[in-house]
């Protein structure tokens, strides 16, 4: 193919791809993903001189991504704001911007067929389109990313003039890249390793120096041990079931390379998709061209599948590595006086089977205004009806923020229920903002798993919530926090005296203390099961039994409480009895991952023995 005629189509699938992504744009409003609206959020209080916040206010927390897309919304947010909406024809520009990039890399790594084919297959993919003008890091990260590969193989096949300049150009792209999203480690480790074995100290020492300072600079304007994920202490165990789970939903969706179909016709195209993943690699290996983009593949996969959160668009930026690999494939089958033909019909085919997909994203978009959200009702009310000041739970606190004004806390990640109320009063949070019904397929599971856990806790606690609005289109429902939050504070307060006062040996003190906190709070799961404890401790092990029974009674999921009712039984003799609530303390133990009480209960279930 004459350069000519390669940029001529290439030029085609950008004019294209810019027509379907503009009828797309409304398809995902700004402030839907959550993450766009922190990033709008923190690019506006950055060109307040307030650094990167979560809110427009200086005493917010700083925001927890790295700063770089931020810093780059800065200027177009001066300009557009408060029409953020406008924000979408940005992204569009980088969206497009990358397309051209990926055919450029793939036309060097190949040839312009190579490059045509797998930037026109990308464009396409309703992965793409879906994003394609959503406020995220993406699709600049991919620019960069892409921009950083193409520069390195060039200083790493010794052809590029501007060594100086060129080995500073890769420098700052690869800063950029982890400023955008701190995966670009993978980028940074894939172009330092293939330098190295190149003997190309020199680009391979740059890119070290801009991880190094880029890690520093993001220290400096977020904060980053915040983020739930990153601080987590996962053990082995929890590892493993993490990249399990990321492994079934990849290979589920097909790593979104084809949209997933109906089975058994599923199975068989993963089958026929994994067979050319592994082709093209080994396609790659016979001819030696095996290198930096395979060890940034590698280097992403293992982080990917690492990570505890699973969504479509993380795949994106090796989503064009992995139709790289296909198109080699059929490539290599086809044989060279065929492999034009061959290409023309996989990306027929793709287009066919990506047309239905496309579709839909472009009719959901079109049958939207270009300021419309999924959450549009539920904001004019919350404008209209809630009192200024008012601090908001939901999933998606950012994004509330940016649309209605109110500032927000994110539903708490514990596990017991009466832990979760705790957050709820601590935070002084005001109203719950559920969204149980629409958690789309790109939405994380455990975002729909702790709205619904939250939502539980409010049918626990009927005195502490009232429902003031429900939408049924949407599926969101509002509560009120209708408890007394002082007397909550004031009841909690004498319960962690009960604790120090127990821990000390004054059971007798402790159970006075115990006794202020029900009467300022008659059902408090906690005070309930330490006073249990403390009866029992003291030979009263029908008032124990009675305690842990009330406890149990309004919090059937306390695991503590079914253990301690268990241990009760087990002094009265009642065996049978301390083995249902051992089980039971198992059970919601497990649900609560608390190992600790978990290998309790098992070890008191085998020194019962087996039962009748």
């Given at each position: 193919?004459?350069?000519?005629?390669?940029?001529?189509?290439?030029?085609?699938?950008?004019?294209?791809?810019?027509?379907?992504?503009?009828?797309?744009?409304?398809?995902?409003?700004?402030?839907?993903?959550?993450?766009?609206?922190?990033?709008?959020?923190?690019?506006?209080?950055?060109?307040?001189?307030?650094?990167?916040r979560?809110?427009?206010?200086?005493?917010?927390?700083?925001?927890?991504?790295?700063?770089?897309?931020?810093?780059?919304?800065?200027?177009?947010?001066?300009?557009?704001?408060?029409?953020?909406?406008?924000?979408?024809i940005?992204?569009?520009?980088?969206?497009?911007?990358?397309?051209?990039?990926?055919?450029?890399?793939?036309?060097?790594?190949?040839?312009?067929?190579?490059?045509?084919?797998?930037a026109?297959?990308?464009?396409?993919?309703?992965?793409?389109?879906?994003?394609?003008?959503?406020?995220?890091?993406?699709?600049?990260?991919?620019?960069?990313?892409?921009?950083?590969?193409?520069?390195?193989?060039?200083?790493?096949?010794?052809?590029?003039?501007?060594?100086?300049?060129?080995?500073?150009?890769?420098?700052?792209?690869?800063?950029?890249?982890?400023?955008?999203?701190m995966?670009?480690?993978?980028?940074?480790?894939?172009?330092?390793?293939?330098?190295?074995?190149?003997?190309r100290?020199?680009?391979?020492?740059?890119c070290?120096?801009?991880?190094?300072?880029?890690?520093?600079?993001?220290?400096?304007?977020?904060?980053?041990?915040?983020?739930?994920?990153?601080?987590?202490s996962?053990?082995?165990?929890?590892?493993?079931?993490?990249?399990?789970?990321?492994?079934?939903?990849?290979?589920?969706?097909?790593?979104?390379?084809?949209?997933?179909?109906?089975?058994p016709?599923?199975?068989?195209?993963l089958?026929?998709?994994?067979?050319?993943?592994?082709?093209?690699?080994?396609?790659?290996?016979?001819?030696?061209?095996?290198?930096?983009?395979?060890?940034?593949?590698?280097?992403y996969?293992?982080?990917?599948?690492?990570?505890?959160?699973?969504?479509?668009?993380?795949v994106?930026?090796?989503?064009?590595?992995?139709?790289?690999?296909?198109v080699?494939?059929?490539?290599?089958i086809?044989?060279?006086?065929?492999?034009?033909?061959?290409?023309?019909?996989?990306?027929?085919?793709?287009?066919?089977?990506?047309?239905?997909?496309?579709?839909?994203?472009?009719?959901?978009?079109?049958?939207?205004?270009?300021?419309?959200?999924?959450?549009?009702?539920?904001?004019?009310?919350?404008?209209?009806?809630?009192?200024?000041?008012?601090?908001?739970?939901?999933?998606?606190?950012?994004?509330?923020?940016?649309?209605?004004?109110?500032?927000?806390?994110?539903?708490?990640?514990?596990?017991?229920?009466?832990?979760?109320?705790?957050?709820i009063?601590?935070?002084?949070?005001?109203?719950?903002?559920?969204?149980?019904?629409?958690?789309?397929?790109?939405?994380?599971?455990?975002?729909?798993?702790?709205?619904?856990?939250?939502l539980?806790?409010?049918?626990?606690?009927?005195?502490?919530?009232?429902?003031?609005?429900?939408?049924?289109?949407?599926?969101?429902?509002?509560?009120?926090?209708?408890?007394?939050?002082d007397?909550?504070?004031?009841?909690?307060?004498?319960?962690?005296?009960?604790?120090?006062?127990?821990?000390?040996?004054?059971?007798?003190?402790?159970l006075?203390?115990?006794?202020?906190?029900?009467?300022?709070r008659?059902?408090?799961?906690?005070?309930?099961?330490?006073?249990?404890?403390?009866?029992?401790e003291?030979?009263?092990?029908?008032?124990a039994?009675?305690?842990?029974?009330?406890?149990?009674?309004?919090?059937?999921?306390?695991?503590?409480?079914?253990?301690?009712?268990?241990?009760?039984?087990?002094?009265?003799?009642?065996?049978?009895?301390?083995?249902?609530?051992f089980?039971?303390?198992?059970?919601?133990?497990?649900?609560?991952?608390?190992?600790?009480?978990?290998?309790?209960?098992?070890?008191?279930?085998?020194?019962?023995g087996?039962?009748?």
């Amino acid at each position: 193919m004459s350069r000519k005629t390669a940029l001529a189509a290439i030029a085609a699938v950008i004019a294209a791809a810019c027509i379907l992504y503009s009828l797309s744009m409304n398809c995902v409003a700004v402030g839907e993903l959550n993450d766009d609206a922190m990033y709008v959020t923190a690019a506006r209080a950055f060109t307040a001189g307030q650094g990167m916040r979560e809110t427009f206010d200086p005493e917010a927390p700083k925001m927890s991504f790295p700063p770089g897309f931020p810093m780059l919304l800065a200027i177009p947010v001066l300009i557009v704001w408060p029409d953020f909406w406008l924000l979408r024809i940005f992204a569009l520009i980088f969206s497009l911007a990358s397309i051209y990039m990926l055919y450029r890399y793939f036309t060097r790594c190949s040839d312009s067929l190579q490059g045509l084919a797998v930037a026109a297959l990308f464009a396409l993919s309703p992965v793409t389109v879906l994003y394609s003008c959503t406020v995220m890091a993406d699709f600049p990260y991919l620019l960069c990313s892409f921009a950083a590969l193409y520069l390195a193989e060039r200083l790493k096949s010794r052809t590029d003039k501007g060594e100086w300049q060129s080995v500073a150009l890769l420098a700052c792209l690869a800063l950029v890249s982890f400023w955008l999203r701190m995966i670009g480690v993978s980028l940074i480790a894939a172009i330092v390793i293939a330098m190295l074995l190149k003997r190309r100290f020199l680009p391979a020492l740059a890119c070290l120096t801009a991880s190094a300072l880029a890690y520093a600079g993001i220290g400096f304007f977020s904060d980053t041990t915040r983020y739930g994920v990153m601080k987590q202490s996962m053990g082995v165990m929890k590892s493993v079931e993490i990249v399990l789970q990321n492994l079934q939903y990849y290979l589920s969706e097909n790593f979104f390379i084809v949209p997933r179909i109906s089975e058994p016709y599923n199975t068989v195209i993963l089958i026929v998709l994994v067979t050319l993943l592994a082709l093209g690699l080994v396609i790659r290996w016979k001819k030696g061209a095996m290198g930096m983009l395979d060890l940034y593949l590698l280097g992403y996969s293992c982080l990917l599948l690492t990570y505890p959160y699973f969504s479509n668009r993380l795949v994106m930026p090796i989503l064009p590595v992995l139709l790289h690999l296909i198109v080699i494939s059929i490539r290599e089958i086809a044989g060279q006086r065929r492999e034009k033909a061959a290409i023309v019909l996989l990306c027929v085919l793709m287009t066919a089977a990506y047309a239905f997909h496309d579709v839909s994203i472009v009719k959901a978009s079109l049958s939207r205004g270009f300021r419309e959200t999924i959450y549009d009702r539920p904001y004019r009310w919350m404008k209209e009806h809630l009192p200024a000041g008012a601090v908001i739970m939901s999933d998606h606190p950012p994004g509330l923020y940016l649309c209605t004004g109110f500032k927000g806390v994110v539903f708490s990640g514990e596990r017991a229920s009466y832990n979760r109320l705790r957050h709820i009063y601590f935070g002084n949070v005001s109203y719950i903002f559920f969204n149980p019904d629409l958690v789309g397929a790109s939405r994380v599971s455990a975002v729909e798993s702790l709205s619904r856990a939250h939502l539980i806790t409010v049918a626990e606690n009927p005195r502490d919530f009232e429902k003031v609005y429900e939408d049924a289109g949407s599926g969101v429902v509002i509560y009120r926090v209708t408890g007394d939050r002082d007397s909550y504070l004031e009841a909690y307060r004498h319960l962690m005296s009960a604790y120090r006062l127990s821990q000390a040996g004054d059971r007798q003190q402790a159970l006075e203390e115990l006794s202020k906190c029900l009467g300022r709070r008659p059902l408090f799961p906690e005070a309930l099961n330490l006073k249990g404890s403390l009866m029992l401790e003291g030979g009263d092990r029908d008032g124990a039994i009675e305690t842990f029974r009330e406890l149990l009674a309004y919090s059937s999921g306390f695991a503590k409480g079914h253990y301690n009712l268990g241990r009760a039984y087990r002094e009265s003799s009642r065996l049978e009895e301390a083995r249902r609530e051992f089980e039971a303390a198992f059970e919601c133990a497990k649900a609560e991952e608390d190992i600790a009480l978990m290998e309790g209960a098992l070890k008191q279930l085998r020194e019962l023995g087996p039962g009748k």
